[in-house]
C-alpha cells in the first residue's frame, strides 16, 4: 500500500506565500501523474493543480491559476505545490493524490481517478 505524505501548511496572511510538499513511498513514482485537491469546511473537494509523471505538463484550476506551480523531483519521490499570493479563500485542508494509472493524466479534475490520497496539511489564510 502506498503512502503520501504532507507537508508544510500553516498560518499565514493575506498575500504570503505557502509551497506544500508530498513525499510518497510508490516505487514507481515516476511512472505516475500526481493531484493536489483541497477541501474547506462544508465544501466539497476541489481540484487544485496536476503534474504528468515526468513534470513536462501541468493544469491548474481557475482559482489558483497564475499564482501556483506544481512541481516534482522524482529522485525524491515528492510533489511540490507553491502557491503565491494567498487569499483567505485558500484557506482549506491540502491533499496528494496519485492518479490511478500509469502514464496517465486524464480527468484530472475527478478525484475518482486518484488511487492513493495523504491524511492532509492545513492551510489557513487570514486577511
Known amino acids: 500500500q502506498v503512502q503520501l505524505v504532507e507537508s508544510g501548511g500553516g498560518s499565514v496572511q493575506a498575500g504570503d506565500s505557502l509551497t506544500l510538499s508530498c513525499v510518497s513511498s510508490?516505487?514507481?513514482?515516476?511512472?505516475?501523474?500526481m493531484g493536489w485537491f483541497r477541501q474547506a469546511p462544508g465544501k466539497e473537494r476541489e481540484f487544485v493543480a496536476l503534474i504528468s509523471w515526468r513534470g513536462r505538463s501541468s493544469y491548474y484550476a481557475d482559482s489558483v491559476q497564475g499564482r501556483s506551480i506544481v512541481s516534482r523531483e522524482n529522485a525524491k519521490n515528492t510533489v511540490y505545490l507553491q502557491m503565491n499570493s494567498l487569499k483567505p479563500e485558500d484557506t482549506a485542508i491540502y491533499y496528494c493524490?496519485?492518479?490511478?494509472?500509469?502514464?496517465?493524466?486524464?480527468?484530472?479534475?475527478?478525484?475518482?481517478?486518484?488511487?492513493?490520497w495523504g491524511q492532509g496539511t492545513q492551510v489557513t489564510v487570514s486577511s
Open positions: 510508490e516505487p514507481t513514482f515516476s511512472s505516475y501523474a
Open positions: 493524490a496519485q492518479k490511478e494509472k500509469q502514464y496517465d493524466v486524464e480527468d484530472y479534475q475527478n478525484s475518482l481517478e486518484y488511487r492513493y
